[in-house]
């Protein structure tokens, strides 16, 4: 081989290897600037137009905590494909005739202190017990031992309806507990535990009449069934608990608990429930006025109740 065919061979492999660490070094620079994101919970890396095919851009369920992608687009997943947080849910869908199917369902047979939503069963006894328009007169032996603002005072009195609307829109302890005590408190609670065998409420347990106590227990599953006892034998229950205001002669005005209730109308039975053991608590019945189905939607123990309920009651109407 001569000299000058030895200075081509050498000129070529010199540029061959400047071309291919020229290229390496472009692709890895681009490889460093690809977005990296979720893609149905997962870690991905590829273009916004790869991942959009797979999940949908929706600004208006944006979740609070999700990372910008840039300074205009943020990538979340379509509300019904969310995670579930609550430590337990339940949608039914059902026709009050027999006709239920569980639409969706986390640990629904899990036993969990359920905070206020006791006070649907404690509304129930008061039905089944008392006249709506008695009066119940306060005195020391019914009020409870604690302290109490100017809502309720010795000598007041109150028919029985008043004390149910407080109770069920407000979620009142004070009212729940007047309710019970004007027969007995342990009378009322062994009648709630009774009525909980009749309509088959299995793994359920009442030990106080408001919710506080940490040993009122149930399961979704169970309070699905006490939900869609209501609606077909006690209406009138279901028809307070989505009053949004209520004011009596004798009390200031309320405002219900349940801040859903402006946006979603076709709300037919509503209960909150929170205190530190329980967490948030929130049952919501929906009606599909085109076919005349419920769907009963359960949250029990969700850090944000309000949008845990948002996500089951989407997943029901994806059955609509």
Known sequence: MNLAQKKFLKGFFLSFIFIFVFLTAILGFNLYLLPVFEVNGEPYS????????????????????????????????????????AKEAICV??????????????NKDSRLPIASLTKLMTALVVFDNYSLSEEILLTENILPNQPLPVDFKTGDSFIVEDLLRIMLIESNNKAAYILSTY??????ISLMNKKTEEIGMSDTFFS????????NISTAKDLSVLTEYILKE???IAQMTIIKNHESQRFREISN????LPEFPETVLSKTGFTNEANGCLLMVLK????????????LGADDRFLEMKKIINKGKQQN
């Open 46 to 85: 590829g273009s916004m137009s790869e991942a959009n095919a797979e999940k949908d851009l929706d600004p208006g369920n944006i979740e609070k905590g999700k990372e910008e992608i840039n300074s205009k687009s943020v990538l979340e997943p379509k509300l019904l494909e969310e995670e579930i947080y």
């Open 93 to 106: 869908k059902t026709d009050l005739a027999g006709n239920t199917e569980i639409i969706f369902e986390k």
């Open 183 to 188: 027969m007995g408190n342990e009378k009322f």
């Open 208 to 215: 106080d009449t408001t919710g506080l106590d940490e040993k």
């Open 234 to 236: 006690y209406p009138e």
């Open 257 to 260: 608990t349940n801040q859903l």
């Open 288 to 299: 599909n006025t085109e076919n005349s189905n419920y769907f009963i939607n359960i949250v």
